[in-house]
Nanobody, 117 residues
Framework: QVQVVESGGGSVQPGGSLRLSCAASGTIFSIKSMGWYRQAPGKERELVATISGSARSTNYAESVKGRFTIARDNAKNTVYLQMNSLKPEDTAVYYC??????????WGQGTQVTVSS
């Protein structure tokens, strides 16, 4: 059974940093892409960043470019999101998304990020 488990959320002051981690397990199939999405209260879920299977291609939301960095460790089927210069508007539940070859895509349970003074 596929499992997608996030960690690393928390509370931070504006300008601070957090690092999210997401580990995927439970299948032998290869991962096509991994990514992070977020959902703030009263808003729709939105893309934050994605990274391809080879890690050669990344994509970022305009609002996080230059502040967030996505990376992955293929040996561990783990994706990371380094978030710097955090702003109050980054407050949201962050979800990890994993797209597998043949077996489809899966979501983590979400981790809360709160940016407040």
């Amino acid at each position: 059974q596929v499992q997608v488990v996030e960690s690393g959320g928390g509370s931070v002051q504006p300008g601070g940093s957090l690092r999210l981690s997401c580990a995927a397990s439970g299948t032998i199939f290869s991962i096509k892409s991994m990514g992070w999405y977020r959902q703030a209260p009263g808003k729709e879920r939105e893309l934050v960043a994605t990274i391809s299977g080879s890690a050669r291609s990344t994509n970022y939301a305009e609002s996080v470019k230059g502040r967030f960095t996505i990376a992955r460790d293929n040996a561990k089927n783990t994706v990371y999101l380094q978030m710097n210069s955090l702003k109050p508007e980054d407050t949201a539940v962050y979800y990890c998304h994993v797209d597998y070859v043949l077996v489809g895509d899966y979501w983590g349970q979400g981790t809360q990020v709160t940016v407040s003074s």
